[in-house]
């Protein structure tokens, strides 16, 4: 039987930075499929704007985020609240930047699929 634990404080110090399931992960965590990110922010971290090219579903369980989204010249904020459980799903190629207005927030990210070109930073 397989069978992987962990912790969520462990793992978001880790060398994945809270991935746990995905392209990066080695045994049973390891796929091209899907990949999981269980993320904590005590404090504004140091986000670029990002865009990824698959589809991504973020929840939040504790603090507030404001996610600045963009795509095709088209601009908007959103915010994402822990007391309430929020949560979106971003299309393919939106460009987003995360700021923490309430911290720690806390919550997981999920996106398909698990392909490491499919992420693009902007400095």
Known sequence: ????????????????????????????????????????????????RKAF???????IYGGILKISLGKDGECQDIILRGENQDYVVLGPGITKQVFVFKAPAFGVTVRWPSDPNLNQVFK
């Not at 060398?15 to 499929?33: D, I, K, N, R, Y």
């Open 53 to 59: 090219h698959g589809t991504e579903f973020i929840v």
């Open 1 to 48: 039987m397989e069978v992987k634990t962990g912790r969520v404080g462990e793992s978001v110090v880790s060398a994945t930075h809270g991935w746990v399931v995905g392209h990066m992960q080695s045994g049973l965590g390891q796929t091209t499929a899907v990949e999981v990110k269980l993320w904590r922010y005590d404090s504004q971290p140091d986000y670029p």
